[in-house]
């Protein structure tokens, strides 16, 4: 995962996406053919996890919040489609290909229901939109969805009988809050020690690592889980095709309200953007120490990766023709007859 600073640094979506593949194989094949090593693998992702986690909440920017305050319209409409619409439309999505296999559809329900919270900005920045605006919603995303990580588990899969709302506040404090605090502190005493330019090539450093342990974290899980994920290889399938369909509709959500609410282009683009994202790796992590053992619903998080890449890049692709034929359109209407 990846974040893109107010320099305007872009996320390596490809060598993400290929890296993930890389590490699936890779992985899948050490705990096929050499089970012991695999098992020391899935044994020792703790530490993994907590690099990322740091490297994660090490990147995110609190300052921007300030600067965006006139834009406090867009920010509730993107609240509410993200955190409202768009969960319901997942859980619609995952409850109709994926009631028979609950593990898969807890595990698309996590990955349905989370805003991304950093490369989302890459591509927003490639297609002409607002990235200082999307700057201000990553603390926003990142908040709200690990607050409302239980009450979207208890609400929509209640039936798995894993949650434990309890234990699920003690992961968040001890995974997650506490090593946001030392991130955070870690982030503003480099930045005050090292001046901003240095600190920005610290920031690049970071950004550069995280999806190589991203690809580290995907190879432990399929090395460790590897038979019960074969084990169910043919639903694979309709776990892809749960996600297409959700990408639609949520494609078709953008393009309805930015219409009805008038967006301009860079703010359309940045809705279009924050809804079709998905933040797959912090939702991953949250999940394996909230959910522990459930090597099926991490399966389905890596999976929706897979097919978020080139979705965004088709995105990218519309998005630029739309801008084309609104600047031609208003050449024509410009230009004298």
């Given at each position: 995962?990846?974040?893109?600073t ?99 559809m807890?595990?698309l ?16 920045r ?32 209640p ?14 404090l ?29 920031l ?85 120490t ?48």
């Amino acid at each position: 995962m990846l974040t893109l600073t107010s320099r305007g640094r872009l996320p390596a979506g490809k060598l993400t996406s290929s890296l993930l593949v890389i590490a699936i194989i890779i992985g899948a094949l050490l705990g096929h053919f050499a089970p012991t090593r695999g098992q020391w693998l899935g044994d020792r992702v703790d530490a993994t996890l907590l690099t990322m986690i740091g490297l994660l909440f090490f990147s995110v920017r609190l300052d921007v919040l300030a600067r965006q305050a006139s834009h406090l319209r867009f920010v509730i409409i993107a609240i509410v489609a993200n955190f409202i619409i768009v969960p319901l439309i997942g859980y619609g999505v995952a409850s109709l290909f994926m009631s028979s296999h609950p593990l898969l559809m807890v595990g698309l329900v996590i990955y349905f229901m989370s805003p991304c919270t950093d490369w989302f900005l890459g591509f927003t920045r490639l297609s002409g939109g607002n990235v200082a605006l999307g700057m201000a919603l990553i603390p926003i995303n990142m908040a709200l969805q690990l607050l409302l990580y239980p009450v979207y588990l208890q609400w929509f899969t209640p039936h798995t009988g894993t949650v434990d709302p309890q234990l699920i506040g003690t992961t968040l404090l001890h995974w997650f809050l506490l090593p946001a605090i030392a991130a955070l502190t870690l982030h503003h005493l480099l930045r005050f020690m090292l001046g901003e330019q240095r600190f920005e090539q610290c920031l690049t450093v970071a950004d550069r690592a995280t999806p190589w342990v991203i690809a580290l974290l995907v190879l432990q899980i399929f090395a460790g889980n590897v038979a019960a994920i074969l084990a169910h290889r043919y639903v694979f399938a309709w776990l892809l095709l749960s996600v297409f369909v959700f990408f639609v509709l949520t494609f078709v959500l953008s393009e309805v309200i930015s219409r009805v609410c008038r967006l301009d282009y860079p703010e359309h683009v940045l809705l279009t953007m924050t809804i079709a994202a998905r933040n797959a790796p912090l939702m991953l992590a949250v999940t394996m120490t909230a959910l522990p053992g459930q090597p099926l619903i991490y399966a389905a998080l890596v999976m929706g990766m897979l097919v978020e890449f080139p979705h965004l890049t088709l995105l990218r692709r519309l998005l630029l023709a739309l801008m084309r034929r609104q600047t031609s359109a208003s050449s024509a209407i410009d230009s004298p007859s």
